[in-house]
Protein backbone atom coordinates (compact mmCIF):
# COMPACT_ATOMS: atom_id res chain seq x y z
CA UNK A 1 0.00 0.00 0.00
CA UNK A 2 0.90 3.33 -0.81
CA UNK A 3 0.79 5.67 2.32
CA UNK A 4 0.23 9.10 2.27
CA UNK A 5 0.52 11.75 5.51
CA UNK A 6 -2.62 13.17 4.01
CA UNK A 7 -4.72 10.48 5.71
CA UNK A 8 -4.24 9.85 9.62
CA UNK A 9 -5.54 6.15 9.49
CA UNK A 10 -5.22 4.12 6.54
CA UNK A 11 -5.77 0.29 6.81
CA UNK A 12 -6.08 -2.10 4.31
CA UNK A 13 -8.17 -5.86 4.49
CA UNK A 14 -6.86 -5.69 8.38
CA UNK A 15 -7.45 -9.07 10.08
CA UNK A 16 -6.71 -8.60 13.85
CA UNK A 17 -6.54 -12.14 15.67
CA UNK A 18 -6.74 -11.94 19.52
CA UNK A 19 -6.38 -15.45 21.13
CA UNK A 20 -8.41 -17.93 19.03
CA UNK A 21 -10.83 -15.16 17.73
CA UNK A 22 -10.58 -13.07 14.53
CA UNK A 23 -11.54 -9.81 16.29
CA UNK A 24 -11.53 -7.47 12.89
CA UNK A 25 -11.76 -9.63 9.75
CA UNK A 26 -10.57 -8.09 6.71
CA UNK A 27 -11.41 -3.94 7.45
CA UNK A 28 -10.79 -1.46 5.32
CA UNK A 29 -10.73 2.38 6.56
CA UNK A 30 -9.44 5.52 5.88
CA UNK A 31 -9.85 8.73 7.72
CA UNK A 32 -8.45 12.42 6.64
CA UNK A 33 -6.38 14.07 8.81
CA UNK A 34 -8.43 16.63 10.97
CA UNK A 35 -11.63 14.07 11.05
CA UNK A 36 -13.25 13.04 13.94
CA UNK A 37 -14.64 9.40 14.35
CA UNK A 38 -16.96 8.12 16.56
CA UNK A 39 -16.22 3.79 17.11
CA UNK A 40 -19.83 2.72 18.00
CA UNK A 41 -20.94 -0.82 18.66
CA UNK A 42 -21.74 -3.50 21.72
CA UNK A 43 -19.86 -4.54 24.38
CA UNK A 44 -16.65 -7.04 22.98
CA UNK A 45 -17.15 -5.89 19.21
CA UNK A 46 -13.52 -4.62 19.19
CA UNK A 47 -13.76 -0.62 19.62
CA UNK A 48 -10.77 -0.85 22.25
CA UNK A 49 -8.92 -3.23 20.35
CA UNK A 50 -9.11 -1.47 17.16
CA UNK A 51 -7.82 1.44 18.90
CA UNK A 52 -5.16 -0.53 20.50
CA UNK A 53 -3.81 -1.81 16.64
CA UNK A 54 -4.01 1.82 15.67
CA UNK A 55 -1.62 2.69 18.60
CA UNK A 56 0.18 -0.10 17.47
CA UNK A 57 -0.28 -1.98 20.71
CA UNK A 58 -1.47 -5.17 18.82
CA UNK A 59 -0.20 -6.32 15.34
CA UNK A 60 -2.72 -7.17 12.69
CA UNK A 61 -2.62 -10.94 12.03
CA UNK A 62 -2.88 -9.90 8.08
CA UNK A 63 -3.39 -6.55 6.07
CA UNK A 64 -1.60 -3.30 6.06
CA UNK A 65 -2.24 -0.24 7.84
CA UNK A 66 -0.10 3.31 7.74
CA UNK A 67 -0.75 6.28 10.56
CA UNK A 68 0.06 9.72 9.03
CA UNK A 69 1.79 7.94 6.21
CA UNK A 70 4.50 5.80 8.35
CA UNK A 71 3.57 1.32 8.21
CA UNK A 72 1.64 0.36 11.19
CA UNK A 73 4.85 -1.87 11.50
CA UNK A 74 6.97 0.97 12.65
CA UNK A 75 6.25 0.77 16.15
CA UNK A 76 8.28 3.84 17.10
CA UNK A 77 7.26 6.10 14.54
CA UNK A 78 3.47 5.63 14.80
CA UNK A 79 3.94 5.72 18.56
CA UNK A 80 5.49 9.39 18.36
CA UNK A 81 2.21 10.64 16.26
CA UNK A 82 -0.60 9.00 18.58
CA UNK A 83 -1.83 9.39 22.29
CA UNK A 84 -4.10 6.85 23.29
CA UNK A 85 -6.04 7.52 26.34
CA UNK A 86 -7.49 4.25 28.06
CA UNK A 87 -10.62 3.82 29.88
CA UNK A 88 -8.55 2.73 33.01
CA UNK A 89 -6.65 6.07 32.54
CA UNK A 90 -3.00 4.73 32.17
CA UNK A 91 -1.30 6.90 34.91
CA UNK A 92 1.01 6.37 37.15
CA UNK A 93 0.11 5.61 40.42
CA UNK A 94 2.93 6.59 42.46
CA UNK A 95 4.06 10.30 40.52
CA UNK A 96 1.71 13.33 41.48
CA UNK A 97 -0.32 15.14 39.56
CA UNK A 98 1.89 17.48 37.84
CA UNK A 99 4.20 14.72 37.68
CA UNK A 100 2.21 12.19 35.23
CA UNK A 101 1.63 15.22 32.79
CA UNK A 102 5.72 16.49 32.92
CA UNK A 103 6.58 12.53 32.52
CA UNK A 104 4.36 12.23 29.52
CA UNK A 105 5.68 15.77 27.68
CA UNK A 106 9.42 14.40 28.44
CA UNK A 107 8.73 11.18 26.49
CA UNK A 108 7.70 13.10 23.80
CA UNK A 109 10.64 15.60 24.38
CA UNK A 110 8.18 18.08 24.46
CA UNK A 111 8.91 21.26 27.12
CA UNK A 112 6.97 21.00 30.04
CA UNK A 113 4.79 23.99 29.76
CA UNK A 114 1.15 23.87 29.99
CA UNK A 115 1.61 21.69 32.60
CA UNK A 116 -0.60 24.32 35.55
CA UNK A 117 -2.95 25.89 32.39
CA UNK A 118 -3.87 22.05 32.15
CA UNK A 119 -4.32 21.21 35.44
CA UNK A 120 -6.47 23.95 35.89
CA UNK A 121 -8.82 23.14 32.88
CA UNK A 122 -9.47 19.61 34.91
CA UNK A 123 -10.01 21.51 38.00
CA UNK A 124 -7.50 19.36 39.84
CA UNK A 125 -4.90 22.55 40.59
CA UNK A 126 -5.62 22.18 44.37
CA UNK A 127 -4.05 18.04 43.71
CA UNK A 128 -1.45 18.55 41.34
CA UNK A 129 1.16 17.07 44.12
CA UNK A 130 -1.31 14.34 45.20
CA UNK A 131 0.09 10.90 43.93
CA UNK A 132 -2.90 9.45 41.60
CA UNK A 133 -3.20 6.25 43.52
CA UNK A 134 -5.24 8.38 46.01
CA UNK A 135 -7.57 10.28 43.18
CA UNK A 136 -10.99 9.23 42.76
CA UNK A 137 -11.43 7.63 39.76
CA UNK A 138 -13.30 10.62 38.85
CA UNK A 139 -10.26 12.87 39.25
CA UNK A 140 -8.32 10.14 37.53
CA UNK A 141 -10.06 10.53 34.40
CA UNK A 142 -9.83 14.16 34.72
CA UNK A 143 -6.23 14.24 34.92
CA UNK A 144 -5.83 11.56 31.58
CA UNK A 145 -7.85 13.89 29.68
CA UNK A 146 -5.72 17.04 30.62
CA UNK A 147 -2.85 14.48 29.45
CA UNK A 148 -4.33 14.21 26.57
CA UNK A 149 -5.30 18.03 25.90
CA UNK A 150 -1.63 18.67 27.03
CA UNK A 151 0.00 16.36 24.15
CA UNK A 152 -2.11 17.15 21.64
CA UNK A 153 -0.84 14.55 19.69
CA UNK A 154 -1.81 14.58 15.61
CA UNK A 155 -4.18 11.33 16.39
CA UNK A 156 -5.37 10.92 19.80
CA UNK A 157 -7.72 7.68 20.41
CA UNK A 158 -10.22 7.83 23.39
CA UNK A 159 -11.69 4.87 24.79
CA UNK A 160 -14.83 5.74 26.11
CA UNK A 161 -14.47 9.20 27.44
CA UNK A 162 -18.06 9.83 29.00
CA UNK A 163 -17.83 5.96 31.05
CA UNK A 164 -18.53 6.65 35.13
CA UNK A 165 -18.33 10.42 34.67
CA UNK A 166 -20.69 13.20 36.43
CA UNK A 167 -22.37 15.74 34.35
CA UNK A 168 -19.61 18.00 34.94
CA UNK A 169 -17.40 15.48 33.83
CA UNK A 170 -19.12 14.90 30.34
CA UNK A 171 -18.77 18.54 29.88
CA UNK A 172 -15.21 18.56 30.85
CA UNK A 173 -14.88 15.87 27.96
CA UNK A 174 -17.02 17.70 25.50
CA UNK A 175 -14.95 20.79 26.34
CA UNK A 176 -11.18 19.56 26.02
CA UNK A 177 -11.16 17.24 23.05
CA UNK A 178 -13.88 19.49 21.68
CA UNK A 179 -10.27 22.19 21.91
CA UNK A 180 -8.23 19.43 20.56
CA UNK A 181 -10.48 19.13 17.38
CA UNK A 182 -10.39 22.74 16.58
CA UNK A 183 -6.69 22.57 16.76
CA UNK A 184 -6.64 20.04 13.63
CA UNK A 185 -6.08 16.85 15.85
CA UNK A 186 -7.68 13.84 14.38
CA UNK A 187 -9.63 12.12 16.95
CA UNK A 188 -10.91 8.83 17.20
CA UNK A 189 -13.42 8.12 20.30
CA UNK A 190 -15.02 4.92 21.14
CA UNK A 191 -18.49 5.66 22.95
CA UNK A 192 -21.65 3.83 23.75
CA UNK A 193 -23.43 7.79 23.87
CA UNK A 194 -24.16 8.06 20.10
CA UNK A 195 -25.73 11.15 20.99
CA UNK A 196 -22.61 13.11 23.14
CA UNK A 197 -20.07 11.29 20.68
CA UNK A 198 -21.74 13.12 17.95
CA UNK A 199 -20.62 16.34 19.08
CA UNK A 200 -16.95 15.45 19.17
CA UNK A 201 -16.75 13.28 16.18
CA UNK A 202 -19.74 13.60 13.80
CA UNK A 203 -18.49 10.51 11.04
CA UNK A 204 -19.85 7.38 12.89
CA UNK A 205 -18.58 3.69 12.34
CA UNK A 206 -20.21 0.64 13.45
CA UNK A 207 -17.89 -2.13 14.60
CA UNK A 208 -19.76 -5.86 15.25
CA UNK A 209 -18.69 -9.02 13.61
CA UNK A 210 -15.22 -8.07 12.93
CA UNK A 211 -16.42 -5.42 10.63
CA UNK A 212 -16.88 -1.75 10.17
CA UNK A 213 -20.13 -0.27 8.54
CA UNK A 214 -20.31 3.30 8.01
CA UNK A 215 -23.18 5.15 9.79
CA UNK A 216 -25.06 8.19 7.87
CA UNK A 217 -22.90 11.31 9.53
CA UNK A 218 -25.00 12.74 12.46
CA UNK A 219 -26.50 15.63 11.99
CA UNK A 220 -23.80 18.51 13.38
N1 LIG B 1 -5.98 -9.76 25.31
C1 LIG B 1 -7.01 -10.42 24.76
N2 LIG B 1 -6.91 -11.76 24.52
C2 LIG B 1 -7.92 -12.44 23.95
N3 LIG B 1 -9.10 -11.88 23.60
C3 LIG B 1 -9.25 -10.57 23.83
C4 LIG B 1 -8.22 -9.77 24.42
N4 LIG B 1 -8.67 -8.49 24.52
C5 LIG B 1 -9.92 -8.49 24.01
N5 LIG B 1 -10.27 -9.73 23.60
C6 LIG B 1 -11.55 -10.11 22.97
O1 LIG B 1 -11.67 -9.33 21.80
C7 LIG B 1 -13.04 -8.99 21.60
C8 LIG B 1 -13.15 -7.49 21.44
O2 LIG B 1 -12.88 -6.85 22.69
P1 LIG B 1 -12.81 -5.27 22.81
O3 LIG B 1 -12.37 -4.95 24.20
O4 LIG B 1 -12.01 -4.74 21.70
O5 LIG B 1 -14.34 -4.86 22.60
P2 LIG B 1 -15.07 -3.45 22.79
O6 LIG B 1 -15.87 -3.21 21.56
O7 LIG B 1 -14.08 -2.40 23.14
O8 LIG B 1 -16.02 -3.75 24.01
P3 LIG B 1 -16.61 -2.80 25.19
O9 LIG B 1 -17.70 -1.98 24.57
O10 LIG B 1 -17.14 -3.81 26.16
O11 LIG B 1 -15.47 -2.01 25.74
C9 LIG B 1 -13.82 -9.55 22.79
O12 LIG B 1 -14.42 -10.76 22.39
C10 LIG B 1 -12.75 -9.78 23.82
O13 LIG B 1 -13.09 -10.87 24.64
Not at 40 to 49: E, I
Not at 97 to 103: D, I, P, S
Not at 106 to 124: F, K, N, W
Request: aromatic share 4%.
Amino acid sequence: MTGTGEYAVQLRAVWLRLGREAVLRGIDLDIPQGEHVTLLGPNGAGKTSLLRLLASALRPARGEGRILGYDLRDAAAVREQIHLMPVDAALYPDLTCRENLEFALRMHSRPLSGVSEALARVHLTDAEDRRTRFLSAGMRRRLALARAWVLARPLTLVDEPFANLDTAGRELVLELLGDLTTRGTTLIIAAHEPELAARLAPRQLHVAAGQLREVREAAR
